[in-house]
């Protein structure tokens, strides 16, 4: 029953988020968060840094994705300095691959890309997972489950990327195509549910002029998606049905990866199949076949209170604060807009 209740209470707000930021966020003032005054100009205004919400929703997801990692693996007996060990090494590998693969597929030097990150990730878990256990064996009288950690990382994934697409959203990347130019069958659906993004600022309107008109809402079918698999995979998990919630999770995100990018108008490189969908369909080959290499073993019934009780600790409070401030001051720094404030008195009010 405890199971039941957390995953329906996880879903229920999961759901609120997600609709406040489907109507919300195409808006054009929901993409600079703030301006920060960095050199005077010769006319008094101030040439300013922009922080963005891209940067606030992808620290956000990154840090719910984190916290979810956390609770699971807590909830199976593995230690906390162990989790926070091997989630260092992951984020350490994927956060910088987000801007070295967006780099090498489209050819841009400030632009992020949650598709190759996640490609780097599953690649390189397993060995992460593998090493930290050799690592850990003489300090801990237990050894690693590869099978429901590879679950709960492949869990906190995709109830990630399915927060981090409102940061899209409020940027306006990762954009559909024009309602206008789907074929007729489409076109039913999406002249009902459409994004409209506001703002000559936002990708959208710099990258292909698509602001004010309507576009499918790619973003939001992959936050629905990837929060209802997610929360479905919580669920699997804590009954100990590991091996479908990691199924689950990676086949999700990766198909609709392959699918979506069909609906997709945002630039992905120069080649009908993009790099990043045969990346998609080589991480569920290999993910897939890891299956069948690793060793089964006795593994624990998970306990989600456990879980729950290992994030109230001063470390894991303080690890989670700087991960969230980390990745907004790396993603949330505008490097394709700027700035200029007017700071001034207001007389009436001295």
């Known amino acids: 029953m405890v199971n039941v209740i957390f995953t329906l209470i996880l879903g229920m707000g999961l759901a609120v988020l997600l609709a406040w930021g489907f109507k919300t966020l195409p808006a054009e003032r929901w993409q600079i968060l703030a301006c920060i005054p960095q050199e005077k100009k010769e006319n008094g205004t101030w040439k300013s840094l922009n922080l963005t919400y891209y940067g606030f929703f992808n620290a956000t997801a990154y840090l719910f994705s984190v916290t979810v990692l956390l609770c699971l693996m807590a909830s199976i007996a593995v230690p906390v300095p162990v989790i926070l060990v091997m989630t260092s090494a992951v984020l350490a590998v994927c956060v910088p691959s987000s801007r070295c693969i967006a780099r090498w597929v489209e050819k841009k030097s400030y632009t992020f890309t949650i598709g190759g990150a996640s490609f780097v990730g599953i690649i390189s878990i397993p060995w992460i997972v593998w090493g930290t256990d050799r690592m850990i064996s003489s300090w801990y009288e237990t050894d690693l489950q590869v099978i429901p950690i590879l679950a709960a990382v492949s869990i906190a ?124 369909g080589g991480a569920v080959c290999y993910s897939t076949a890891l299956l069948f290499v690793i060793p089964r073993a006795d593994m624990q019934a998970p306990d989600v209170l456990a879980g729950l009780q290992s994030l109230w600790s001063p470390a894991v409070l303080f690890s989670l604060q700087a991960l969230w401030l980390a990745t907004f001051l790396y993603t949330g720094r505008s490097d394709v807009t700027d700035s200029d404030v007017a700071l001034r008195v207001m007389h009436d009010r001295i």
């Open 157 to 280: 994934y995709t109830l990630g990327e399915g927060i981090g697409r409102l940061a899209c959203i409020s940027f306006g990347c990762c954009y559909g195509k024009p309602v206008s130019e789907s074929p007729p069958w489409l076109r039913r659906i999406f002249e009902k549910y459409y994004f409209v993004f506001r703002g000559k600022t936002k990708k959208i309107a710099y990258a292909h002029g698509l602001d004010g008109e309507k576009v499918i809402p790619i973003q939001a079918m992959t936050s629905i998606l990837y929060g209802c698999a997610g929360v479905a995979g919580i669920y699997f998990f804590l009954e100990e049905h590991f091996i479908i919630s990691f199924l689950l999770t990676l086949i999700t995100t990766q198909v609709w990866r392959v699918l979506s990018e069909f609906l997709r108008a945002d630039y992905r490189g120069e080649n009908k199949i993009s790099s990043y969908q045969i990346m998609a």
